[in-house]
């Protein structure tokens, strides 16, 4: 089984500071996908990035940057220049590459950025 | 892009109703999940459904429901008597091959049970 955790339930970030959401996880596969997902307040969920258990560089899709560290099996979200458009509930999510690819989700971080 | 369809968007039924969520998955994918997210609350996995059957399921996943696709297509969520704790935003899911690593979540359907 996968545990995901994210420790912080909420944070404030200043437009166009960087902010760092933090994602640990735990499981005993081999391969897998690491994924990150923004949930802003109109519900729809939003795919960030994605991290394979093999792939050596650190993901980055524009603003947003994975911090991958498979040994302390941690995938941070890096976001940079935040925007008032940021604003929103951040979920990171695992899931093994066997059986049925059941992506399993933290209990997410929101993110709160001010003018 | 191709996208998976949910409806209703929103639903409001009593408690002890059935009701049965729907969700078009893109044509190509494989893999096939139910989601529960309670009100700025966790997600949380429901069923996943492989080849016409399902694969795995989470303890929230008892009696009471129950998914099917029916007709090719459409894949569908059944609760059989709700309750008011059944109440949350429901996301369907959906996979496509390796090729294509990477999840569609539909738009939700909001349960509202009263």
């Known amino acids: 089984a996968q545990k995901i955790t994210q420790t912080q339930p909420g944070m404030f970030v200043q437009e166009k500071e960087a902010v760092t959401l933090d994602c640990t996880y735990d499981?005993?596969?081999?391969?897998?996908?690491l994924f990150w997902y923004k949930q802003p307040s109109s519900g729809e969920m939003i795919f960030l990035i994605y991290?394979?258990?093999?792939?050596?560089q650190n993901a980055t899709e524009g603003r947003y940057s994975l911090n991958f560290q498979k040994a302390r099996k941690s995938a941070n979200l890096v976001i940079s220049a935040s925007q008032l458009g940021d604003s929103a509930m951040y979920f990171c999510?695992?899931?093994?590459?066997?059986?049925?690819?059941?992506?399993?989700f933290g209990a997410g971080t929101t993110v709160t950025v001010r003018a | 892009e191709p996208e998976v369809t949910q409806t209703p968007s929103h639903q409001v039924t009593q408690m002890g109703q059935e009701v049965i969520l729907r969700c078009v998955p893109i044509?190509?994918?494989?893999?096939f999940y139910w989601y529960r997210q309670i009100l700025g609350q966790k997600v949380e996995f429901l069923v996943s459904?492989?080849?016409?059957?399902?694969?795995?399921k989470s303890e929230i996943f008892d009696d009471q429901f129950s998914v099917e696709r029916p007709d090719g297509s459409n894949f569908t969520l059944k609760i059989r008597s709700t309750k008011l704790e059944d109440s949350a935003m429901y996301f369907c899911?959906?996979?496509?091959?390796?090729?294509?690593?990477?999840?569609?979540f539909g738009s939700g359907t909001r349960l509202t049970v009263v």
């Open positions: 991290q394979g258990s093999y792939d050596e």
């Open positions: 899911a959906t996979l496509g091959t390796m090729s294509n690593y990477g999840y569609t």
């Open positions: 499981t005993s596969d081999q391969s897998y996908g």
């Open positions: 459904f492989y080849n016409n059957e399902i694969s795995e």
């Open positions: 999510a695992m899931s093994p590459f066997s059986t049925d690819y059941k992506l399993s």
């Open positions: 044509s190509n994918h494989l893999y």
